[in-house]
């Protein structure tokens, strides 16, 4: 009888821990499918229950002529920004600035975002194509005194910024644009730094 006892408590002993080790396994794989799915969508643009993301193609194929036109220089001229030329500066934002600049904020410093008003304000103002594309180029602090490109990613800096060494002048010109459209687009929740208030 006690033998009996004995090996039934072993036998629920060893049931449970399989049972605990096979729930564990269930945890991680499932943790792990639930990250691909995150990511597969998230490179593909598109929800993991089909929605798209703010800023997918469908998103960008509805946007006019009037939001798509943006400032092209100091001199107030303006261009109007193909719809391809808003998905691929999209794209290449998103690999390269987006990971300090998610949805146009700062995270290094909150206070200047990629809003319009944070751009204005900026010394020599970056509100416009030429002026982000020069500040891609050789960047500098918000007050314009100081050059910053080992701080700042910058084709100046691709050596240390290794995401800069294969974007083209055209690929900076598109996530230029792509910044200059976003507040159009999102409003206040594009670059809410300091001056703005959600």
Same mark, same amino acid.
């Given at each position: 009888?006690?033998?009996?006892?004995?090996?039934?408590?072993?036998?629920?002993?060893?049931?449970?821990?399989?049972?605990?080790?096979?729930?564990?396994?269930?945890?991680?794989?499932?943790?792990?499918?639930?990250?691909?799915?995150?990511?597969?969508?998230?490179? +593909?643009?598109?929800?993991?229950?089909?929605? &798209?993301?703010?800023? #997918?193609?469908?998103?960008?194929? @509805? /946007?006019?002529?009037? $939001?798509?036109?943006?400032?092209?220089?100091?001199?107030?001229?303006?261009?109007?920004?193909?719809?391809?030329?808003?998905?691929?500066?999209?794209?290449?934002?998103?690999?390269?600035?987006?990971?300090?600049?998610?949805?146009?904020?700062?995270?290094?410093?909150?206070?200047?975002?990629?809003?319009?008003?944070?751009?204005?304000?900026?010394?020599?103002?970056?509100?416009?194509?030429?002026? +982000?594309?020069?500040?891609?180029?050789?960047? &500098?602090?918000?007050? #314009?005194?100081?050059?910053?490109? @080992? /701080?700042?990613?910058? $084709?100046?800096?691709?050596?240390?910024?290794?995401?800069?060494?294969?974007?083209?002048?055209?690929?900076?010109?598109?996530?230029?644009?792509?910044?200059?459209?976003?507040?159009?687009?999102?409003?206040?929740?594009?670059?809410?730094?300091?001056?703005?208030?959600?």
């Amino acid at each position: 009888m006690k033998i009996e006892r004995l090996l039934r408590s072993v036998l629920r002993a060893v049931s449970e821990k399989r049972a605990g080790k096979m729930r564990n396994l269930f945890k991680r794989c499932a943790s792990l499918m639930v990250a691909a799915i995150i990511f597969v969508s998230s490179v +593909l643009g598109v929800g993991a229950f089909g929605h &798209t993301f703010g800023g #997918g193609e469908a998103l960008a194929a @509805e /946007l006019d002529a009037a $939001t798509r036109t943006i400032k092209a220089n100091e001199q107030g001229e303006t261009v109007t920004l193909p719809v391809e030329d808003f998905l691929l500066g999209r794209k290449k934002f998103n690999v390269a600035c987006a990971t300090c600049h998610v949805a146009g904020i700062t995270k290094t410093n909150p206070n200047v975002g990629l809003d319009t008003e944070s751009l204005e304000g900026a010394f020599p103002a970056r509100d416009n194509l030429a002026a +982000l594309v020069d500040y891609l180029h050789n960047p &500098t602090t918000y007050d #314009g005194l100081v050059e910053i490109s @080992e /701080l700042h990613p910058s $084709t100046k800096s691709s050596d240390v910024y290794p995401k800069m060494r294969n974007l083209t002048e055209d690929d900076l010109e598109a996530i230029s644009a792509h910044i200059l459209v976003m507040p159009k687009i999102m409003g206040d929740k594009w670059g809410a730094g300091k001056t703005k208030s959600l």
